[in-house]
């Protein structure tokens, strides 16, 4: 996993507010102890959005998680200004969007912002071309170009030979991934999608999400990712923001929420996953103690995907952290360690350095 930190930040919220309710407008001129959930429910306020701020690196795939209700949508439409916040700030690049007037919003959107829904919205009148091509013709791109775009990302997310086709003629799984070309037909820098894959079927969603890291690969963009759905946020984040009653609670890799959920909350969440799905070799390598042969495993990789090689026969395995592979090696005989399900030693890891390999466990 890309080290977060060491990115630039490309959009970040400052005090973010969204307040609903009899008198939402004059919610500015509230004082500080007016803003607790008794006193704005008192007077009639819902605070769906509250104090929200992060920052979000370059290239990140940021995911917003939380249950109905917990205000993971708003947030996302206060981030592109689909709905207008209460209060706070909001930079692109360090500028302030709350500050731009209707056109360059316009710009901003059309030009740097893509956006997928979990309702499809896709023209009925339109074939798959048709509507991938449409945000270009209406920024007034010739229909020959434009078609000719959407046919390269028809190709991108496997829609080849379904081009002329209606939406009622598709699948939720296709027409879904009509939505996501469409939103990728200016190439944008910022890709929020909201929920898109809750509508779909397990297997379908599946393939999405493999889709979705596909095009990540492919061409990094800094991604705001919404769902309910914590096995999505697992697969697809860098980082995950874990929202409760319109605050933002946790703010983590995968790997620290599931082994260090900051409340009781949360903490149900993740009790039934295996720490081994999130918890990464560079989590646990140790420095090296020699030179080492063989094919090396990633320092990215989780303990789960690299299980069938600490189980197997064998010496230490290299860690290719970066650019180079280095060693390093499990400590311990091969004890399970409750929680793990058997897939590490039991004892704990020494010197956890940045450097380093995994090895098997000895042998009983």
């Known amino acids: 996993m890309p080290d977060t930190a060491s990115r630039p930040v490309a959009l970040s919220a400052e005090g973010v507010w969204k307040v609903f309710g009899t008198d939402a407008a004059g919610f500015r001129a509230r004082p500080e102890a007016e803003r607790s959930p008794e006193a704005m429910a008192r007077d009639h306020l819902v605070g769906a959005v509250r104090d929200a701020g992060f920052q979000i690196g370059r290239g990140e795939v940021f995911v917003i998680m939380g249950l109905s209700g917990s205000g993971k949508s708003t947030l996302m439409r206060c981030l592109t200004r689909l709905i207008e916040p209460s209060e706070g700030r909001i930079l692109f690049d360090g500028q302030d969007i709350l500050t731009l007037g209707e056109k360059p919003l316009a710009e901003l959107r059309r030009k740097r912002m893509g956006m997928v829904f979990q309702h499809f919205a896709l023209l009925p009148n339109r074939t798959v071309l048709g509507n991938i091509a449409f945000p270009l013709e209406m920024q007034g791109m010739d229909r020959d170009r434009a078609e000719a775009r959407a ?118 969440f993740v009790a039934k996953v295996p720490p081994a799905r999130v918890i990464r070799v560079s989590s646990l390598m140790t420095s090296p103690e020699g030179d080492m042969a063989g094919e090396p495993v990633s320092a990215d990789a989780t303990i789960a995907e690299i299980a069938p090689r600490i189980v197997a026969p064998g010496g230490p395995l290299r860690v290719l952290d970066g650019q180079a592979a280095r060693s390093a090696c499990w400590t311990g005989k091969a004890r399970c360690r409750p929680g793990l399900r058997g897939l590490t030693p039991a004892a704990k890891v020494r010197g956890r350095h940045r450097v380093g390999a995994a090895r098997t466990a000895p042998r009983s």
């Open 151 to 268: 046919r390269d990302l028809a190709e991108v997310v496997g829609l080849t030979g379904r081009e002329h086709r209606f939406p009622a003629e598709l699948s939720g799984g296709q027409q879904q991934r009509v939505g996501i070309a469409r939103s990728l037909t200016t190439d944008p820098e910022f890709w929020f999608l909201d929920e898109p894959f809750s509508a779909l079927d397990p297997l379908i969603r599946a393939d999405l999400q493999a889709e979705v890291q596909r095009l990540q690969q492919e061409h990094t963009r800094t991604t705001i990712f919404v769902t309910h759905d914590l096995d999505e946020a697992i697969r697809l984040a860098d980082r995950v923001a874990i929202m409760e009653s319109g605050r933002i609670v946790q703010i983590g890799t995968p790997e620290a929420l599931v082994t260090k959920p900051a409340t009781d909350y949360f903490r149900r």
